[in-house]
């Protein structure tokens, strides 16, 4: 079982509406959470972490449960420049340096 | 600042070939790690370090080995290629842990026939 999992999609959206997509964790004692964008053949950058009370930045809103041990991502009136993969990143608790675990991402499409 | 750069872009080698990819930051920053990006699989950790002098293992280190002389240079040494070593390699930076901002650089294509 991989230890982060992510409905590949993709996830075809029509701009300025709504989509929303969820990422699965299994090791219940990680702390750490997080989005990176990564745009076709470049490198990932990060979105935005994800807190325990949940967090917005503009149109995006992540959320944690930790009771079923997912986080979500939602984005608010699509732009045609939201087209990208979105990785859910969790730490690992191995070590006080931890060791990050990539989920193999999640593809949005936006659409005129 | 340049932040995290790569070298080369693209390379193609033969099995048993040898090369390093080089990774450079200017952040100043103590973590470093080499990833690599396969379809349909996550980033997976190949090595990582939290300083200069310090490296340490990730999830799939076999054929490949590290160093980290200063706190700016991470190179990635492939040591005898194989085909399965296909893939894209990033390498990132951050400032002290992974759980920092990681900072991408533009990534290396390899392909190894």
Same mark, same amino acid.
């Given at each position: 079982?991989?230890?982060? +999992?992510?409905?590949?999609?993709? #996830?075809?959206?029509?701009?300025?509406?709504?989509?929303? $997509?969820? !990422?699965?964790?299994?090791?219940?004692?990680?702390?750490? $959470? #997080?989005?990176?964008?990564?745009? !076709?053949?470049? +490198?990932?950058?990060?979105?935005?972490?994800?807190?325990?009370?949940?967090? +917005?930045?503009?149109?995006?809103?992540?959320?944690?449960?930790?009771?079923?041990?997912?986080?979500?991502? =939602?984005?608010?009136?699509?732009? =045609?420049?939201?087209?990208?993969?979105? =990785? !859910?990143?969790?730490?690992?608790?191995?070590?006080?340096?931890?060791? =990050?675990?990539?989920?193999?991402?999640?593809?949005?499409?936006?659409?005129? | 600042?340049?932040?995290?750069?790569?070298?080369?872009?693209?390379?193609?080698?033969?099995?048993?070939?040898?090369?390093?990819?080089?990774?450079?930051?200017?952040? @100043?920053?103590?973590?470093?790690?080499?990833? /690599? &990006?396969?379809?349909?699989?996550?980033?997976?950790?190949?090595?990582?370090?939290?300083?200069?002098?310090?490296?340490? &293992?990730?999830?799939?280190?076999?054929?490949? @080995?590290?160093? /980290?002389?200063? *706190?700016?240079? %991470?190179?990635? /040494?492939?040591?005898?290629?194989?085909?399965?070593? *296909?893939?894209?390699?990033?390498?990132?930076?951050?400032?002290?842990?992974?759980?920092?901002?990681?900072? %991408?650089?533009?990534?290396?294509?390899? *392909?190894?026939?």
């Amino acid at each position: 079982r991989k230890e982060v +999992e992510q409905d590949p999609g993709p #996830f075809n959206v029509p701009e300025g509406a709504t989509v929303a $997509f969820n !990422c699965t964790y299994s090791n219940s004692a990680s702390q750490s $959470f #997080f989005w990176y964008r990564q745009d !076709c053949r470049k +490198e990932p950058k990060l979105l935005m972490s994800v807190y325990s009370s949940g967090n +917005e930045d503009g149109r995006f809103t992540a959320q944690l449960n930790r009771a079923s041990q997912y986080i979500s991502l =939602l984005i608010r009136d699509s732009k =045609l420049s939201d087209s990208a993969t979105y =990785l !859910c990143v969790v730490n690992g608790v191995t070590d006080s340096w931890g060791k =990050l675990q990539f989920g193999a991402g999640t593809q949005v499409v936006v659409t005129p | 600042n340049a932040g995290v750069t790569q070298t080369p872009k693209f390379q193609v080698l033969k099995t048993g070939q040898s090369m390093t990819l080089q990774c450079a930051q200017d952040m @100043n920053h103590e973590y470093m790690s080499w990833y /690599r &990006q396969d379809p349909g699989m996550g980033l997976r950790l190949i090595h990582y370090s939290v300083g200069a002098g310090i490296t340490d &293992q990730g999830e799939v280190p076999n054929g490949y @080995n590290v160093s /980290r002389s200063t *706190t700016e240079d %991470f190179p990635l /040494r492939l040591l005898s290629a194989a085909p399965s070593q *296909t893939s894209v390699y990033f390498c990132a930076s951050s400032y002290t842990t992974s759980t920092d901002t990681q900072y %991408f650089g533009p990534g290396t294509r390899l *392909t190894v026939l």
